[in-house]
């Protein structure tokens, strides 16, 4: 047998796998699954593997992980849980603007440093207004000042322990009656650095500490709640003011640039530009507005597939990239099955809903490898959209160049999530719908505008109604996710996201194509039966 082995030493190493501009240099069209990235060499471990990436050209992730904008996934339980593991919520915009706004402002008030813009109500005020203050923001810690306002002598606070076993009969009761008066507080003084007022908190055992000057006015608080985040969400993604970041999305009508408007008086940080088939002079032009309106503030255009489409949002100006066009679960913008018949008072339009006539989009892993590749080149992030399933789907997007990716069917099912759980056949279920149903275009016309669909009198659906299985908390389930990521870097040898794509673009890293057969190997098979848990 040694007659027929290659003799001379270890120095030739064969060229293997094939490179991304290889991969998908052919002209075909390929999702996740029809290829594999080949290992490279580890000397690292996986906790050592860094997770930050850019969301747009000026917010950085320490998780490459984004809820989508759906109104079956992220309002503000879910941006909240998001932004505390390390990642960012989207909150749709199947709502009116003021809920919206109001969704963004749970979410700015959740946690802070100096709370610069604490709620303040007067001695006047009642028990009653408290209750309504809690039912709004999720709190009841408040400063009283004379004017109930801002600036104003403070007088005393607030809290839960003050009203906790009052009642509908206590709402009438002036805050005077109830307060903890200025005498019995705990106070920081003006010029003070956070660190100095939180080891104050510390000390005091109190739930806040009212920050005034030197004339006892209100100019700023610190809540005890923030301390303990700040220790159990490390990865915790904030603001300059220690808020944590959240994102809102709008559509590109007339009549958004008044959400907008809101949006940003409620602290959000980027804006995302929903739409199916964002390469449009109403994207365009919304681009154009918003940056020379709200020059600050972070635009993502989308979605797009095609790097001719990315050029026009990045020549408006667009800070990140959303891509992908048809490729999620519940999405059926690509499907080029033809209904049988026309729509009829025995055969409503509703029957269509499970098909499309668009027969328009791109296989998901191309498309993020051809608009990531192009964007690159003027510093703007791609968001790969859609398409993921399973942890081993965001290592590949991660790997073809996206900076973050967006989960919908993935966060679906979790408690964070819009919807209530219902139980079919024994199984805990959440209800999840594409933006494109006709259930969500009937719902809201933010939906109807996503897919240009708001003046016509049959809507063509582009996406179903289903549902998903339980999936816990966000809290356990994401960080199972960034384990996942960072293992899989591990293997690919990649100590960092910008080392990972720095190593594709370069060659380094390799992929092998697979065939139908080599994804059946590539999965659980052979077994009888078989249990699968993830974390």
């Given at each position: 047998?040694?007659?027929?082995?290659?003799?001379?030493?270890?120095?030739?190493?064969?060229?293997?796998?094939?490179?991304?501009?290889?991969?998908?240099?052919t002209g075909?069209?390929l999702?996740?699954?029809?290829?594999?990235?080949?290992?490279?060499?580890?000397?690292?471990?996986?906790?050592?593997?860094?997770?930050?990436?850019?969301?747009?050209?000026?917010?950085?992730?320490?998780?490459?992980?984004?809820?989508?904008p759906?109104?079956?996934v992220?309002?503000?339980d879910?941006?909240?849980?998001?932004?505390?593991?390390?990642?960012?919520?989207i909150?749709?915009?199947?709502?009116?603007?003021?809920?919206?706004?109001?969704e963004?402002r749970?979410?700015?008030?959740?946690?802070?440093?100096?709370?610069m813009?604490?709620?303040?109500?007067?001695?006047?005020?009642?028990?009653?207004?408290?209750?309504?203050?809690?039912?709004?923001?999720?709190?009841?810690?408040i400063?009283?000042?004379?004017?109930?306002?801002?600036?104003?002598?403070l007088?005393?606070?607030?809290?839960?322990?003050?009203?906790?076993?009052?009642?509908?009969?206590?709402?009438h009761?002036?805050l005077?009656?109830?307060?903890?008066?200025?005498e019995?507080?705990?106070?920081?003084?003006?010029g003070?650095?956070?660190?100095?007022?939180?080891?104050?908190?510390?000390r005091?055992?109190?739930?806040?500490?009212?920050i005034?000057?030197?004339?006892?006015?209100?100019?700023?608080?610190?809540?005890?709640?923030?301390?303990?985040?700040?220790?159990d969400?490390?990865?915790?993604?904030?603001?300059?003011?220690?808020?944590?970041?959240?994102?809102?999305?709008?559509g590109?009508?007339?009549?958004?640039?008044?959400r907008?408007?809101?949006?940003?008086?409620?602290?959000?940080d980027?804006?995302?530009?929903?739409?199916?088939?964002?390469?449009s002079?109403y994207?365009?032009?919304?681009?154009?507005?918003?940056?020379?309106?709200?020059?600050?503030?972070q635009?993502?255009?989308?979605?797009?597939?095609?790097?001719?489409q990315?050029?026009?949002?990045?020549?408006?100006?667009?800070?990140?990239?959303?891509?992908?066009?048809?490729?999620?679960?519940?999405?059926?913008?690509?499907?080029?099955?033809?209904?049988?018949?026309?729509p009829?008072?025995?055969q409503?339009?509703?029957v269509?809903?499970?098909?499309?006539?668009m027969?328009v989009?791109?296989?998901?892993?191309?498309?993020?490898?051809?608009?990531?590749?192009?964007?690159?080149?003027?510093?703007?992030?791609v968001?790969?959209?859609?398409?993921?399933?399973?942890?081993?789907?965001?290592?590949k997007?991660?790997?073809?160049?996206?900076?973050?990716v967006?989960?919908?069917s993935?966060?679906?099912?979790t408690?964070?999530?819009p919807?209530?759980?219902?139980?079919?056949?024994?199984?805990?279920?959440?209800?999840?719908?594409?933006m494109?149903?006709?259930?969500?275009?009937e719902?809201?016309?933010a939906?109807?505008?996503?897919?240009?669909?708001?003046?016509?009198?049959?809507?063509?659906?582009?996406g179903?109604?289903?549902?998903?299985?339980?999936?816990?908390?966000?809290?356990?389930?994401?960080?199972?996710?960034?384990a996942?990521?960072?293992?899989?870097?591990?293997?690919?040898?990649?100590?960092?996201?910008?080392?990972?794509?720095?190593m594709?673009?370069?060659?380094?890293?390799?992929?092998?194509?697979?065939?139908?057969?080599?994804?059946?190997?590539?999965?659980?098979?052979?077994?009888?039966?078989?249990e699968?848990?993830?974390?």
């Amino acid at each position: 047998m040694a007659d027929y082995l290659i003799s001379g030493g270890t120095g030739y190493v064969p060229d293997d796998g094939m490179t991304a501009s290889q991969l998908f240099g052919t002209g075909e069209g390929l999702t996740y699954n029809d290829f594999l990235i080949l290992p490279g060499f580890i000397d690292f471990t996986a906790e050592e593997v860094d997770l930050t990436s850019a969301m747009t050209r000026k917010i950085q992730l320490k998780a490459p992980l984004v809820s989508s904008p759906m109104d079956t996934v992220s309002e503000s339980d879910m941006a909240i849980a998001m932004a505390l593991t390390g990642g960012i919520g989207i909150i749709h915009n199947n709502c009116t603007p003021e809920f919206q706004a109001n969704e963004v402002r749970k979410v700015k008030k959740y946690e802070q440093g100096f709370i610069m813009d604490p709620i303040v109500l007067s001695p006047e005020h009642t028990v009653g207004d408290v209750f309504e203050m809690k039912r709004k923001h999720g709190f009841s810690g408040i400063p009283i000042t004379e004017n109930g306002k801002l600036g104003g002598k403070l007088l005393g606070i607030v809290t839960s322990r003050d009203i906790d076993f009052m009642n509908m009969d206590h709402h009438h009761i002036k805050l005077r009656d109830v307060m903890t008066p200025f005498e019995d507080l705990v106070v920081g003084h003006a010029g003070v650095s956070l660190k100095e007022a939180n080891e104050t908190l510390q000390r005091s055992k109190k739930g806040k500490l009212p920050i005034v000057n030197e004339n006892d006015e209100l100019v700023s608080l610190i809540a005890r709640t923030d301390l303990k985040k700040n220790r159990d969400y490390p990865l915790a993604s904030k603001d300059s003011k220690k808020q944590l970041l959240c994102g809102a999305a709008s559509g590109t009508r007339e009549e958004d640039k008044y959400r907008v408007e809101l949006l940003v008086q409620a602290g959000v940080d980027l804006v995302v530009l929903d739409s199916s088939q964002g390469n449009s002079i109403y994207q365009i032009n919304m681009i154009r507005y918003l940056k020379q309106k709200y020059p600050e503030l972070q635009v993502i255009g989308g979605n797009v597939v095609t790097a001719a489409q990315a050029k026009n949002l990045i020549d408006a100006g667009v800070d990140g990239l959303r891509v992908g066009m048809g490729s999620g679960s519940i999405c059926i913008t690509q499907e080029v099955v033809v209904p049988h018949g026309e729509p009829s008072p025995r055969q409503p339009a509703t029957v269509v809903s499970g098909r499309a006539l668009m027969a328009v989009g791109r296989p998901q892993g191309t498309a993020v490898y051809k608009v990531a590749e192009y964007a690159r080149r003027f510093g703007v992030p791609v968001i790969a959209d859609g398409g993921i399933s399973t942890v081993g789907h965001i290592t590949k997007a991660l790997a073809l160049g996206a900076s973050t990716v967006m989960m919908g069917s993935l966060l679906a099912g979790t408690s964070e999530a819009p919807g209530e759980y219902f139980f079919q056949d024994g199984v805990r279920l959440k209800k999840y719908r594409g933006m494109g149903s006709l259930e969500a275009m009937e719902k809201g016309k933010a939906s109807q505008n996503r897919y240009f669909s708001e003046s016509d009198k049959l809507k063509v659906a582009q996406g179903v109604t289903g549902s998903i299985q339980d999936k816990g908390s966000v809290h356990k389930f994401v960080p199972y996710l960034i384990a996942g990521i960072q293992h899989g870097c591990q293997d690919i040898g990649a100590k960092s996201l910008s080392s990972l794509r720095a190593m594709m673009y370069s060659g380094d890293v390799k992929f092998q194509k697979r065939t139908t057969s080599a994804q059946m190997e590539g999965g659980v098979h052979g077994l009888h039966s078989y249990e699968k848990r993830l974390y």
